[in-house]
C-alpha cells in the first residue's frame, strides 16, 4: 500500500525520506516583534515525521507583512525562532522549507503593528477585503506603484531573506508565486497594469518574479530554491482567466536554474491541466496539491504526474499524518473556528494517535 508516498525522494539538495510534504499553511501564531514561539516550535516538532515541512509563510521584510501575527525573517529575533524551530524538526530526523510570502497590495495595515509602504507593480489596491487583527475583513491599502528603487530594494530583501533563512539551519525556501501576493500580482495582468519592461505580455510579467528567483538561487543556491504557483486561482482578486501563457513564460525564464522543485496548487480547471503544464515547461521536480486523499496522491505519483504531493488542512488536526496514512487510520477533522486565534488551542493541542489512545 502507498509505495510511492512512502519511497523517499530527493528534490534539489533535499532527501526526503518519504514524499508527503506538509503543505504551507498561515496560522497567526508569532509572538511579538513577529518572532516564532515556542509554540511554533511544537507544532512544527509534532509534525516532523512528513518528508518535508513547508512553513507557513513569513514576510521578508515589514513591507511583506498583510496579516496579523504572521512571522517574519527579516530580523535577528525572528532568524534566532526559526533556528529553535528548525532545530527541532532536524531532531525529529525532518526537513523544513521556509515559504517566502510577501503580501504586495493584500495588507490591512491595522494588521501590521508598525508603519512600513505598501508596494506593488501598480497602484491598484486589492478589491477584496481581507481579514484584520479581530478577523473582521477589512479593506485593504492603497498601493504604491513600484519604483525602479523598489525593485532592486525588494530583489535584496528577498535575497538577504533567503540568507537569513539559511542561518536558521533551514534547508530550504519556497517562494510564494501563488495566491494573489505579490510575485502572482506581476504575473497577473489584474494587478500588473505597467507600461515599462515589467509589465504588458506574458514574458514582460514575468521579468520581475524571474528576477527574484534568479536572486533567491544565487543567494543559497537553485538546489534550495522551490517556487509554488497556483495557475487560475482567482484568490485575492486575480484574474483567472487564460492563465497557461503567463505561467509558461514565468516557467520558460527559470529553465537556465535546477530548482529544488516548483508546488502546484492544481485548481481543477475543466480547460488547464496544470501539473501538465508545469512538466511541459520545467523540468524540476514537481509537487502537487489540493485536495489530495492518499489514494489520489498515490496515483498522481505512480502515474510519473508528480514527484511528491503535499496535504494543507489533513496536517492541521493529524499531525502525525504520515503514521495515520500508512496506518490506514481514520483522520481527526480540524477545529476551523481556531485556525487564526493566535491560541494554542487549535494549533499544538491535536494529539497523535499513540497520546490519543
Ligand atoms: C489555514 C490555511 C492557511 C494557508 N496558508 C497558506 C500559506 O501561507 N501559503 C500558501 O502557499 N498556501 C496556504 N494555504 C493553502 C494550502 O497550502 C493548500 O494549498 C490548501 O489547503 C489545499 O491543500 P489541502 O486540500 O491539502 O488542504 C493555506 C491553507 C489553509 C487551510
Not at 515589514?62 to 525562532?81: A, F, L, M, N
Not at 528603487?149 to 539559511?166: F, G, S
Not at 538561487?217 to 484568490?235: E, F, L, M, Q, T
Request: proline share 8%; hydrophobic share 45%.
Amino acid at each position: 500500500m502507498f509505495e510511492a508516498l512512502f519511497s523517499p525522494v530527493t528534490l534539489g539538495a533535499l532527501q526526503l525520506r518519504n514524499k508527503v510534504i506538509m503543505a504551507p499553511m498561515t496560522r497567526d501564531r508569532a509572538g511579538p516583534g513577529d518572532v516564532p514561539t515556542a509554540a511554533m516550535v511544537d507544532y512544527y516538532r509534532q509534525r516532523a515525521s512528513a518528508g518535508l515541512l513547508i512553513t507557513e509563510g513569513a514576510q521578508p521584510s515589514p513591507e511583506g507583512k498583510g496579516y496579523w501575527r504572521t512571522p517574519g525573517i527579516h530580523s535577528q529575533q525572528q532568524v534566532d525562532g526559526w533556528a529553535m524551530v528548525a532545530d527541532a524538526v532536524h531532531a525529529e530526523g525532518g526537513l523544513i522549507a521556509l515559504q517566502l510570502m510577501h503580501c504586495g497590495r493584500v495588507v490591512v495595515p491595522a494588521n501590521r503593528g508598525f508603519e512600513a509602504d505598501v508596494i506593488a507593480p501598480s497602484a491598484l489596491p486589492c478589491p477584496d477585503k481581507v481579514p484584520g487583527p479581530d478577523g473582521v475583513p477589512a479593506e485593504c491599502a492603497s498601493p504604491r506603484a513600484m519604483s525602479a528603487d523598489d525593485i532592486e530594494w525588494t530583489l535584496d530583501v528577498y535575497r538577504q531573506a533567503a540568507r537569513n533563512a539559511r542561518a536558521a539551519g533551514i534547508d530550504a525556501v519556497e517562494l510564494h508565486c501563488a495566491s494573489g501576493y505579490l510575485i502572482n500580482q506581476f504575473l497577473n495582468p489584474a494587478s500588473n497594469q505597467r507600461t515599462d519592461q515589467y509589465g504588458g505580455s506574458p514574458a514582460a510579467r514575468a521579468r520581475f518574479p524571474a528576477m527574484v528567483v534568479h536572486a533567491l538561487a544565487k543567494a543559497i543556491g537553485a538546489d534550495r530554491v522551490g517556487i509554488r504557483i497556483s495557475p487560475g486561482n482567482p484568490y485575492n482578486a486575480m484574474d483567472p482567466a487564460n492563465p497557461a501563457p503567463s505561467f509558461a513564460a514565468f516557467l520558460d525564464a527559470l529553465t537556465d536554474l535546477d530548482l529544488a522543485w516548483v508546488h502546484v496548487v492544481d485548481m481543477g480547471l475543466p480547460d488547464l491541466d496544470a501539473l501538465a503544464l508545469v512538466r511541459e515547461y520545467s523540468s524540476a521536480p514537481l509537487i502537487a496539491n489540493n485536495m489530495l486523499k492518499a489514494d489520489s496522491a498515490e496515483a498522481l505519483l505512480q502515474a510519473g504526474r508528480a514527484d511528491a504531493v503535499s496535504f494543507g488542512r489533513a496536517f492541521i488536526a493529524n499531525p502525525d499524518l504520515v503514521e495515520r496514512i500508512r496506518s490506514g487510520a481514520a483522520l481527526a477533522k480540524p477545529d476551523y473556528d481556531l485556525l487564526y486565534t493566535g491560541e494554542e488551542r487549535g494549533y499544538t493541542d491535536y494529539p497523535a494517535m499513540a497520546a490519543a489512545q
